[in-house]
């Protein structure tokens, strides 16, 4: 078997979709994007696609990975790694169509029979999360993730604070004890002012704490877990194992968040849950994105022992004039029953892609970037 085409196709409402054809018919798909920089992938996936796999055997993925990824002397990055992550997961649909299994057999088989999702509520700038709470966990989910707060100053007022705090005390009352709340500060927040809202928002329970600061400030994370009970995340922005190699040996964090489209695709997430797993850290891949993405995701999840719980973009503020199933076949395969999803048993990635569909959309403008949000005074915030 052999690689002979591949297509890549920007589509609403900001996602990359890739695919990849053998000489015997097999295709696969994966979804190589960098939210707010897919013609930067798009230029990577195409270097990466003509240098290397183009007339190579599908099926040998650990190979094709380590060429891309060390054939390179510059290595690593959100793009690179996106662009590989990408074609991985087409790899890994083709080799499980090609012996009829789903991925996660491939991977070693189950260690759960289903996946425990969570919705987002609230937006960009959290409002109005009562009220979504409420509507979120009467349509059956049990756990939800809202942002913390909007633009924070480097020092801000108590009134921010205040304002997180009534937030999330709106949601808790709204839903009660047995719901999860996953509270998002983005990055958006320095370590002076995380320390003031981690130690706030104790006494409502949040299931965790993500992204307290930025991924170049985690030196800070030891100080921040003295200040709180309340398990902390992030991972997001970091793209391979030896990025998460410093942060695991510093102890503090209790759940990462690698996300199958930026770190490296199935091959490298799942040595990274591996490397969790022996350090008592639990994984809960990142996913804001398309179906492939997310299909991708749940390969890992399933053969995964210390997979908590899995992000998904359905009715995400993100998805403006789209949504996660638009472009399967069949959508029925990520409803969501009490808050969780099934395994797929379909071979490869277990969807899929509605081509037809993919090929309309590509033909419109996409060209989505994320906001720029500035301070009053003019200077640039943390979105």
């Given amino acids: ?15 990359l979709f890739l695919k990849i054809s053998t000489d015997t018919g097999l295709v696969g798909w994966g ?14 996936v195409e270097e990466l696609m003509d240098t290397y796999l183009l007339g190579a ?51 070693g088989g189950r260690a759960r029979d289903r996946v425990r999702v969570y919705q987002w509520i609230g937006g960009d700038e959290p409002s109005e999360v ?14 939800l993730k809202m942002n913390g707060t909007a633009t924070v100053r ?33 990055g958006r927040v320095s370590k002076s002012m995380a320390k003031r809202l981690v130690e706030a928002l104790d006494p409502y329970d949040p299931m965790f704490i993500e992204e307290p600061v930025l991924p170049e400030h985690e030196e800070a994370l030891p100080a921040l877990a003295a200040c709180t009970t309340t398990p902390i995340a ?29 770190a490296g695709g199935i091959t490298e997430v799942h040595k990274i849950a591996a490397m969790a797993e022996a350090y008592d850290v639990a994984i809960a891949p990142h996913c804001p994105l398309g179906p492939i993405a997310l299909a991708s995701c749940v390969q890992v999840d399933a053969t995964s022992p210390n ?14 004039g789209s ?51 500035e301070h009053p005074d003019g200077s640039i915030a943390e979105w």
């Avoid at 999803?341 to 509605?354: A, N, S, Y």
């Fill in 154 to 186: 480097h020092i801000d007022t108590p009134a921010v604070v205040d304002d997180a705090v009534q937030r999330l005390a709106e949601v808790r009352d709204a839903v009660g004890e047995s719901v999860d709340i996953a509270v998002d500060f983005h």
């Fill in 323 to 373: 949504d996660e199933t638009e472009y399967l076949t069949d959508p029925t395969l990520f409803e969501y029953e009490a808050g969780y999803i099934d395994l797929p048993t379909e071979p490869g990635l277990g969807i899929r892609i509605d081509e037809e569909t993919v090929r309309e959309r590509a033909q419109e403008a996409v060209d989505w970037h994320n906001p720029v949000w």
């Fill in 57 to 107: 055997d599908p099926r040998h993925i650990e190979k094709h990975w380590q060429t891309m990824y060390r054939g390179g002397f510059y290595r690593g990055g959100p793009v690179l790694m996106s662009a590989i992550a990408g074609i991985d997961q087409a790899l890994w649909d083709i080799k499980g169509k090609q012996y009829g299994a789903p991925v996660y057999e491939l991977l």
């Fill in 130 to 143: 009562g009220r979504a709470a409420r509507e979120k966990v009467d349509a059956g989910f049990t756990a």
């Fill in 234 to 262: 992030t991972g997001e922005r970091m793209f391979s194992r030896w990025d998460f190699k410093d942060l695991l040996e510093q102890g503090v964090v209790d759940l990462i968040q690698p996300d199958l489209s930026h």
């Fill in 307 to 320: 997979a908590l719980i899995q992000e998904q973009s359905l009715d995400i503020h993100y998805n403006e």
């Fill in 1 to 15: 078997m052999e690689i002979v085409e591949y297509e890549l196709f920007e589509v609403p409402p900001r996602w």
């Fill in 31 to 44: 979804e190589p994007i960098v939210e707010g920089r897919a013609k930067s992938v798009r230029s990577a």
